[in-house]
């Protein structure tokens, strides 16, 4: 069985070889990160891992504990960065450590999972992510406190068509367990691909 820090590895990998392969237009295109293209989705999820405690600690009182300016702090620290550089820099990044490697890598892998596809829906180039890995996103994404995905879906049975998960109680979503877990993450973008009586409901949560 791959253990939960290879999968973050193999996910960062999988996101640089992406990433490698786009045109400069497709750096700054739009992504569905409000007012952060390619580049900004792409160095953000490796923008923690080079500080130690001590750079940890001054960036959150620089932000002023608040996630969002936290990380658009991280994000214009990195603004110099070329295309091929941030590629470097996760692939450096692989074996996760540090504020992302918590909880055995999970915070990594279903990160960068959902910002992967915060960059893949809006450029519409769709990839087939390892179940195994998808699952543990899925599983992870419920209670994780930056994303409360089982607050969002409060109400509704969630159900993943295409691998053996679900989640919740009331009237069911269906969908992609892609799709699911960009809904979990508040993409609204990921409502169009869910159906379901208990649909209705879960919009009313965004």
């Known amino acids: 069985m791959v253990s939960t820090t290879q999968m973050a590895g193999d996910e960062r990998d999988e996101f640089a070889a992406f990433l490698a392969g786009l045109t400069p237009e497709q750096w700054d295109s739009p992504t569905l990160c409000e007012r952060w293209r390619v580049r900004d989705v792409a160095i953000h999820t ?34 110099d960065r070329s295309p091929e550089q941030i590629v470097a820099m996760i692939r450096a990044n692989t074996e996760t450590h540090g504020l992302t490697g918590g909880f055995g890598g999970r915070i990594a892998l279903t990160d960068g ?71 979990m993450a508040g993409r609204r973008a990921a409502l169009d691909d869910l159906d379901g009586p208990g649909k209705a409901k879960l919009v009313q949560h965004f």
């Open 46 to 79: 490796v923008s923690y891992d080079e500080l130690d405690t001590k750079g940890l600690v001054t960036r959150f009182l620089k932000g002023r504990l608040s996630t969002d300016r936290i990380n658009a702090i991280c994000v214009a620290d990195y603004a």
């Open 113 to 183: 999972m959902i910002h992967q596809q915060d960059v893949r829906r809006p450029l519409n180039i769709p990839r087939t992510i390892d179940p195994e890995r998808l699952r543990t996103a899925l599983d992870f994404a419920r209670y994780v406190p930056t994303i409360r995905g089982a607050w969002r879906a409060r109400g509704v049975r969630l159900v993943a068509t295409d691998l053996p998960w679900s989640h919740g109680k009331g009237p069911e979503v269906r969908g992609s367990g892609e799709a699911v877990l960009m809904a």
